[in-house]
C-alpha cells in the first residue's frame, strides 16, 4: 500500500454486505503514525476504512472514520447490515455502531466516551478545562457540578467530547471523532487506500501497475492518453481511474523566465501532467522568448509581474502603466495572460487603478511558500502541504536566482498532494 505517512494494516479484518447489493464488503483498520496538533499530538491513531466489493471483484474505499488518540478498536463485526466497533477509550471501553449512508459512513448508535480525567494536586476547574479546550460550562453540566470550587483529588471528571466533523481526504468522506482541543485537517490526515497517483518504478509494466491498484488496464490507459507499445519510464506519473481528483490548486511561479531552472520547472510540472501560472518579468521574457513560447505551448498561464521587478509605491503612474505595456509587448499580446502579480505584493492605490483600467485582474497568493529566503526543499514544501485547500493560489519562484530546492519542494508538492486528489491547473490563462 501507497501511503505519504508511515501505515500498516490491521489485523482487525471484518467482511459482510454494508450497502445490501448481496456483494462482500469490507472493514479494514489502519494504524498510522499521527501527525496532529493539540494535547494529544503523539502516538498512534486508528483509521477505519469501507471498501465496498464491485461484481468484478475490485473493491472501492467510499467512507472511513478516524479514531482520535485516545481511543483503541479492540473488535469489528458486521451484523444487518452496520459495522459494529468495540473502543477502548480513556478508562472505559464502549460499544458502538455504524451504517453506510450516501455522505460517509455515519454513527448510528451507541455513545463514545471521550476520556475520563483523575484530578490532580494544584489542578482547578478552569485549568482541567482549558486542558483539553472545553469550557467550564460544558465540563461542570457533563459531570453534574454545581459549585467549580468543589472539586477534590482523585475525582473522575468524563471529559465531554468534540462534535463529529466531516471532511473530505483524497475523495474518500471521512468522519473524524477528535479529542477536545484537536485541530482536524484533511491536510493532517493519512492519505486513503488507493492514492490518486502512481509513480512508476524502474521495470514496472503496464500491467503490474493496473493490477496493484485493482483497475483495468484499459481503463488505466484510457485515463492517461497511454500506448500499450510505449514502454512505462521510470518517474512517470500515472493517475489511476476512479479516484477523483475533485480539488485544485494554483501553482504560480515569479520572477521567469531563468534560463537554466525553468526550463528544469516546465518538465517536472510536464511529468506530473500540472499546468501553472508564470509571472514573468519583461526584461527576462525579452531575453528568453522561447521560454516564454514553450510556456505557452504546453498550457501554462504566462502574466505580467512588471519589466524590471519595481517597486510600484516607487514609481509615478506613468512609470506603472510603461512596466505593464513593456512586459506585455516583451510577452506578445496574443501570448499574455490577463493577470497581474505586483513584485513583494505591494500595490499603492493609484498603481491598483492603473492596473485595473489597463484590463488585468490582480492576483496575489493564499499560500506563500517562503523559497525566496529559505535554501531548504523540505522548508520550503512545508507550508504548502500544511495549508494546502481546495481552490489555493501558491507562490513559488522559477526566476531570479538558483532555484535548486524550489525545484526539488515542487516535486514533493506534486507528488504528495496529486497522491490526495489535487489537480494543478493555471490560474490565468
Request: hydrophobic letters at 40%; aromatic letters at 8%; a negative charge.
Amino acid at each position: 500500500m501507497e501511503s505519504g505517512i508511515d501505515v500498516r494494516t490491521s489485523p482487525l479484518q471484518v467482511a459482510g454486505d454494508l450497502n445490501g447489493d448481496g456483494i462482500d464488503d469490507r472493514a479494514l483498520l489502519l494504524e498510522s503514525r499521527a501527525s496532529r496538533r493539540g494535547p494529544f499530538a503523539a502516538g498512534t491513531r486508528w483509521e477505519l476504512l469501507v471498501l465496498l466489493g464491485d461484481a468484478d471483484g475490485t473493491e472501492s474505499p467510499v467512507a472511513g472514520i478516524t479514531f482520535s488518540l485516545a481511543f483503541k478498536v479492540t473488535a469489528l463485526s458486521i451484523a444487518d447490515g452496520a459495522l459494529h466497533t468495540t473502543l477502548a477509550a480513556g478508562q472505559e471501553a464502549t460499544d458502538t455502531a455504524f451504517v453506510l449512508e450516501s455522505d460517509g459512513l455515519q454513527r448510528a448508535d451507541g455513545q463514545l466516551t471521550m476520556l475520563t480525567h483523575l484530578v490532580r494536586r494544584e489542578e482547578t476547574l478552569s485549568k482541567i478545562a482549558a486542558k483539553y479546550g472545553v469550557s467550564m460550562g460544558e465540563l461542570m453540566a457533563r459531570n453534574g457540578i454545581a459549585d467549580a470550587n468543589q472539586v477534590y483529588i482523585g475525582q473522575a471528571l468524563s471529559i465531554p467530547p468534540t462534535p463529529l466533523a466531516h471532511e473530505n481526504v483524497g475523495g474518500v468522506p471521512f468522519l473524524f471523532i477528535g479529542l477536545p482541543g484537536e485541530e482536524l485537517r484533511a491536510s493532517e490526515t493519512a492519505l486513503p487506500l488507493r492514492p490518486a497517483q502512481h509513480i512508476v518504478q524502474p521495470g514496472e509494466r503496464w500491467d503490474e501497475i493496473a493490477a496493484a491498484h485493482h483497475v483495468s488496464l484499459p481503463a488505466l490507459i484510457d485515463r492517461n492518453g497511454l500506448r500499450l507499445s510505449a514502454r512505462p519510464m521510470p518517474g512517470q506519473v500515472i493517475f489511476i481511474p476512479g479516484i477523483p481528483q475533485n480539488k485544485v490548486i494554483y501553482l504560480t511561479f515569479d520572477d521567469g523566465p531563468h534560463k537554466e531552472w525553468t526550463p528544469k520547472f516546465l518538465d517536472l510540472l510536464a511529468r506530473f501532467q500540472a499546468h501553472a501560472t508564470f509571472f514573468v518579468n519583461g526584461v527576462y521574457a525579452t531575453l528568453y522568448p522561447e521560454l516564454i513560447q514553450r510556456e505557452v505551448n504546453e498550457e501554462h498561464g504566462v502574466a505580467n509581474h512588471t519589466y524590471y521587478h519595481s517597486h510600484l509605491d516607487k514609481l509615478s503612474q506613468d512609470r506603472v502603466a510603461w512596466e505593464l505595456i513593456a512586459t506585455q509587448t516583451a510577452i506578445g499580446v496574443d501570448n499574455q495572460a490577463p493577470c497581474f502579480r505586483p513584485p513583494y505584493g505591494i500595490l499603492p492605490p493609484d498603481a491598483w487603478n492603473t492596473v485595473v483600467n489597463q484590463g488585468y485582474e490582480v492576483v496575489i497568493w493564499d499560500i506563500d511558500s517562503l523559497d525566496w529566503k529559505s535554501s531548504d526543499a523540505e522548508a520550503i514544501a512545508a507550508p504548502v502541504l500544511e495549508r494546502a485547500y481546495d481552490g489555493a493560489i501558491v507562490l513559488m519562484h522559477d526566476g531570479g536566482e538558483e532555484r535548486p530546492a524550489t525545484l526539488a519542494a515542487l516535486e514533493t508538492v506534486l507528488t504528495e498532494l496529486g497522491a490526495q486528489g489535487y489537480r494543478f491547473e493555471a490560474y490565468c490563462k
